[in-house]
């Protein structure tokens, strides 16, 4: 069974980069916002990153303007986040999610995520 699936996570360097993706087949993309939502351990979970569902508009937290880009490939049925830059701050299980900017106070992942480390 084919499900959401988060990836591209790892290691990396402070001033390193990552590229995440995610691809989920329940999705009609074409009509869907999407997010991407970061979950540090011991934190609540902190919205990211959000695109409309052609790619006219992107939204970014302030921690991450500047760093971060989402783009979108309906086509693929994926969603992709390129970190560059990237801090010890940003480390956390990174998660994508429907809507542009989602309600998190009851938010639930849907799929595994994917853990981005970022540690010298």
């Known amino acids: 069974q084919v499900q959401l699936v988060e990836s591209g996570g790892g290691l990396v360097q402070p001033g390193g980069s990552l590229r995440l993706t995610c691809t989920d087949p329940e999705i009609i993309w074409e009509r869907t916002a999407m997010s991407w939502v970061r979950q540090a351990p011991g934190k609540g979970p902190e919205w990211v990153a959000g695109i409309s569902s052609a790619s006219s508009y992107q939204y970014y937290a302030d921690s991450v303007k500047g760093r971060f880009t989402i783009s979108r490939d309906n086509s693929k049925n994926s969603m992709y986040l390129r970190m560059n830059n990237l801090r010890t701050e940003d480390s956390a299980v990174y998660y994508c999610?429907?809507?542009?900017?989602?309600?998190?106070?009851?938010?639930?992942?849907r799929g595994q995520g994917t853990q981005v480390i970022v540690s010298s």
């Open positions: 999610t429907r809507d542009a900017r989602p309600e998190l106070r009851d938010w639930r992942p």
